[in-house]
């Protein structure tokens, strides 16, 4: 491993957050509980259980606001969902696109999902339902900078701790988002859609769902050669649900929220109590294939 890897399996960046956290908190508003600060200053949450993350909400309240696309630049609006109480401190945070002619709604299940859990979520609204995926890229990143910059939630943001995700030609977009961004903690592209096969210049912890059954964006041409084609150097990993269309992140998904939840959990909060759920990963019949660059012994 190259010691000047952004995302080292080591605890080094844990390490390096500690440090800075130590010299934040002299001057930050927010209370850091003492229970977490001591191993990771990020660590939000009780102990993670199968359970809670199957759960259709997670265990903090959220509350939401839509944002007008008149009242931002680089992305059309959305919906902000944020955990409700501060005690905790602040969180990371996540924006999401949907996917070609689709609008937030067609995943909005997954904003209180997540956030619930500890994030602050953006779904975003594109420019145009047609936008290609570098430009739902582009605006994945000006919906961050939008969150951490302007909006009313961005004191409760940490603004080293962002990622994103979306579906289909919005998960193609994730992973413009990713490539470009380095800085990014993770990504998670489902049943993700992109003409672009390589994306070898990807150093962020990337899960990648994708769907045995998709016919349009089928995993033999999209999400296997994506995932293939990240270095085996970054965190990646890859889940094939059993038989999903390309359609799957459009209702309710147990499994896609229990690791997209694990895998924002392990790399944004640097929290390690979730290394559970990603080595090995899930199995059962909704899964047909995990693959993953967890250590091998
Ligand atoms: C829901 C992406 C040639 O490409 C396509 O036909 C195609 C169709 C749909 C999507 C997509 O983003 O679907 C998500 O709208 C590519």
Redesign the pocket.
Known sequence: MPTTATHPRTPVRALVRLAVAAVLATGGALAVPSAAAADNPYQRGPAPTVAVLEASRGPFATSSYSVSALSVTGFGGGVVYYPTSTAEGTFGAVAIS?????TWS?LSWLGPRIASHGFVVIGIETNTLLDQPDSRGRQLLAALDYLVQRSSVRGRIDAGRLAVAG????GGGSLEAAAARPSLQAAVPL?P?NLDKTWSGVRVPTLIVGGESDS??PVATHAVPFYTSIPASSEKAYLELNGAS??FP?TVNTPTARQTVAWLKRFVDDDTRYEQFLCPGPSGSAVDEYRNTCPSS
């Open positions: 949907p996917g070609y002619t689709a067609s579906h289909s030609m919005g049943a859609w349009i964006a390309h359609f459009q």
